[in-house]
């Protein structure tokens, strides 16, 4: 039988005991039908997958013994991606490609050329969940509520370098881009792009302006290919020595 992957919270931890709680817990029992006795993997968002053995089950969790642990990733550099709303769903394509590159916060926003208003974040968070167990990370990325282009750029002082995906731009690539630490905001826009004006106000904000390269990528194609291309200057795509 496969091993199945589950998530909890640094709390439901205590020594070499886990209670997997809430929906974890009816997934695992309801869904897949754990029992007493089988084995599991449980993560806390720590880089750190634990060994366990199904204890005990009562009506609302179950309780873990662990019987082994192993440190399989680690986070140097935090990015996380702003993502302008895509039509037809595709933030979910973007959402789970984050998720599997090592994204750690993906937070939607609307600009003046995005076509799309609407977000399920709890649909949102259900995608990053699967994708972290689909891809075997030891990490969950966190899924924000959708934010305005305003209140965005007015939160880019909290991040040591902000990238500002742009498709004007033309002299500078990611590669290019000096960074001065290890929390980093990548913004790149929905179908319509970016106006002038926001270029200016990102800019204004403190944002660094940067090409994905020569080639015109779909909406969906940019939040991927900007995400790898950050992460692999930043590091974080590379094996620990």
Do not use: W
């Not at 984050?98 to 799309?116: D, Q, Y």
């Not at 630490?181 to 204004?204: I, W």
């Not at 302006?209 to 692999?232: F, K, N, P, W, Y």
């Amino acid at each position: 039988m496969e091993i199945r992957r589950f998530f909890v919270s640094p709390s439901d931890i205590d020594g070499n005991t886990v209670t997997v709680r809430g929906d974890e817990f009816v997934h695992m029992v309801k869904v897949l039908r754990v029992k007493k006795g089988f084995k599991v993997i449980v993560c806390a968002d720590d880089g750190t997958e634990r060994d366990c053995t199904v204890r005990e089950i009562t009506g609302d969790c179950a309780v873990l013994d662990v019987d082994a642990l192993r440190k399989v990733d680690r986070r140097k550099v935090r990015l996380t991606l702003y993502c302008g709303l895509l039509k037809n769903q595709k933030t979910d394509i973007v959402i789970q490609k984050a998720v599997e590159l090592g994204v750690v916060r993906i937070v939607p926003f609307v600009s003046a050329n995005t076509i799309e208003k609407k977000f399920n974040v709890e649909r949102g968070r259900r995608i990053a969940l699967e994708a972290a167990k689909q891809c075997g990370t030891a990490y969950v990325s966190e899924v924000c509520e959708p934010v305005t282009f305003d209140k965005m750029t007015a939160g880019f002082g909290e991040y040591s370098d902000v990238l500002f995906a742009y498709e004007k731009e033309r002299e500078n690539p990611v590669r290019s881009v000096a960074f001065h630490g290890n929390d980093v905001a990548l913004v790149v826009g929905s179908e319509g792009g970016f106006t002038e004006e926001e270029h200016e106000a990102a800019k204004n904000a403190g944002a660094v302006s940067v090409t994905l390269g020569r080639r015109i990528l779909r909406a969906e194609t940019a939040d991927i290919v900007a995400c790898a291309l950050t992460l692999d200057a930043l590091g974080e795509l590379d094996y620990d020595e």
